[in-house]
């Protein structure tokens, strides 16, 4: 072979090999700085404090809180409020505000799943969304927009029906 078939021979097996290579990857998925959190409920961080995996599990005009809250200093979670968003946009009518009160210690995971918060509200539908407010006694206020699901979803039948929450409910934010 001569130098110039030779040259056209690496050029073109090159070629080949690079064009091969972006077939290949052109398939795959890559990981990203944009988290894909399969699970049902959403996140958000504000102070050093976590909220995660929030969803609302309804049975007509109750709902109950399911989320898991990690923070990175002793705080209290001091209240939760909100209202449903409505099938057009439109805010639904408040949530009575829930006074919780419960303790955190840094860097534990608290589950508010068996905390008994359950929100309430005659605009409650699954399949809707819900804004969520959880009040903070030292990182300040942190706010989701919840799916609500219902009762009858089976990722959330052991969780049981909402009923109202013996805590001492505080003022109802007006619309």
Known sequence: MTTRTTRVARIAIAALFAGSL???????????????????????SAGGVQVMNVVLVASGTNARLIASVLSSQDD??????????????????PFTTVQVNRGMSADVLTKLDDSGITLSSPDLGAGETAN???????????????????TSNPDYS????PSPVPASPSSTPSS
């Open 22 to 44: 972006a077939l290949a990857t052109s398939a795959c998925s890559f990981a990203t700085l944009d988290p894909n959190h399969p699970a049902a409920g959403v996140n958000a």
């Open 76 to 93: 209290t979670l001091v209240s939760v409020s909100g209202a449903p968003v409505k099938l057009d946009g439109s805010q639904g009518k």
């Open 132 to 150: 969520v407010t959880f009040t903070f006694s030292k990182s300040g206020d942190i706010t989701v927009q919840a799916p609500i699901t219902s």
């Open 158 to 161: 052991q969780s049981g029906s």
